[in-house]
């Protein structure tokens, strides 16, 4: 376990905020972001401030290595607006 904590703690985080609107079929289209944040802090704003104007605003992390472009599977740690059902 302790290996699990030390390698959490070496890669690094990519983390995003992006905001979507329905368009005139009310499919979801990205209308900002995915913006990259510097901190889970920053990001929390960041998200915050537009998801009473967009349907959908989320913020995502996921771990990985950014040098190679290889990056685990995101966590979605914050939704707002007219979430839609996720696979």
């Given at each position: 376990?302790?290996?699990?904590?030390?390698?959490q703690?070496?890669t690094?985080?990519?983390?995003?905020?992006?905001?979507?609107?329905?368009?005139?079929?009310?499919s979801?289209?990205?209308?900002?972001?995915?913006?990259?944040?510097?901190?889970?802090?920053?990001?929390?704003?960041?998200?915050?401030?537009?998801?009473?104007?967009?349907?959908?605003?989320?913020?995502?992390?996921?771990?990985?290595?950014?040098?190679?472009g290889?990056y685990?599977?995101?966590?979605?740690?914050?939704?707002?607006g007219?979430?839609?059902?996720?696979?």
């Amino acid at each position: 376990m302790a290996e699990s904590i030390l390698l959490q703690r070496q890669t690094p985080k990519l983390i995003v905020v992006t905001a979507f609107d329905r368009d005139r079929e009310g499919s979801l289209q990205p209308v900002y972001g995915p913006a990259e944040q510097q901190s889970e802090h920053r990001a929390i704003r960041a998200a915050r401030a537009p998801a009473g104007k967009h349907a959908w605003v989320n913020r995502m992390v996921a771990r990985g290595r950014p040098s190679i472009g290889e990056y685990g599977e995101p966590t979605t740690l914050f939704l707002g607006g007219d979430v839609p059902d996720m696979e």
